[in-house]
T-cell receptor, first 114, second 111 residues
Framework: KAGVTQTPRYLIKTRGQQVTLSCSPI?????VSWYQQTPGQGLQFLFE???????NKGNFPGRFSGRQFSNSRSEMNVSTLELGDSALYLC?????????????FGPGTRLLVL | GQQLNQSPQSMFIQEGEDVSMNCTSS?????WLWYKQDPGEGPVLLIA?????ELTSNGRLTAQFGITRKDSFLNISASIPSDVGIYFC???????????FGKGTRLHILP
């Protein structure tokens, strides 16, 4: 069974640009969560999608948005990039995102904003 | 908001030594999770705890869910070189809550 895949793996953008990151969950998994990881703040929850609906949201500005498609693949978008958005963006999938389920992480997309 | 305090931030140990790290919170959690992250990879779940007082092992790893539901610890016995990495604790309140992560413990093993 293939694991969680994220594309691209690395990305360099400049301030003010926008970026779209993609996550393909494990086959059969319907819940996808996104996290931002930085050395200073650690792993911070961005949002969770289940069946194409945002089910939970972290404390990030509206520049961060996401969506999920009918095949459970998810994208997240960051508009008007700032230097502080440089981070490793991780997505994780689980069957339903409920209760005692294991979340499987992808390798992440490393974003550098110049 | 909810926060997890994970300690120590980093550890330098000799191969073969035992390791202990812990997480505390001012909030109650119903689930505690321990992950390991290797360079260039996403975190991998090591142990999941769902009941206060629960003690669970996974090979050389043992984790406990504190009785107060506000803390958890992870022990690694007889460390080996492949144990090097960053260990994260994570907690979840109710099943609908987002998962909160600690800032990690970076484990170094000296030759």
């Amino acid at each position: 069974k293939a694991g969680v895949t994220q594309t691209p793996r690395y990305l360099i953008k400049t301030r003010g640009q926008q970026v779209t990151l993609s996550c393909s969950p494990i086959s059969g998994h319907r819940s996808v969560s996104w996290y931002q990881q930085t050395p200073g703040q650690g792993l911070q929850f961005l949002f969770e999608y289940f069946s194409e609906t945002q089910r939970n949201k972290g404390n990030f500005p509206g520049r961060f948005s996401g969506r999920q498609f009918s095949n459970s693949r998810s994208e997240m978008n960051v508009s008007t990039l700032e230097l502080g958005d440089s981070a490793l963006y991780l997505c994780a999938s689980s069957l339903k995102g409920r209760g005692q389920e294991t979340q499987y992480f992808g390798p992440g997309t490393r974003l550098l904003v110049l | 908001g909810q926060q997890l305090n994970q300690s120590p931030q980093s550890m330098f140990i000799q191969e073969g030594e035992d390791v202990s790290m812990n997480c505390t919170s001012s909030s109650i959690f119903n689930t505690w999770l321990w992950y390991k992250q290797d360079p260039g990879e996403g975190p991998v779940l090591l142990i999941a705890l769902y009941k206060a007082g629960e003690l669970t092992s996974n090979g050389r790893l043992t984790a406990q869910f504190g009785i107060t539901r506000k803390d958890s610890f992870l022990n690694i016995s007889a460390s080996i070189p492949s144990d090097v990495g960053i260990y994260f604790c994570a907690g979840q309140g109710s099943r609908d809550d987002k998962i909160i992560f600690g800032k990690g413990t970076r484990l170094h093993i000296l030759p």
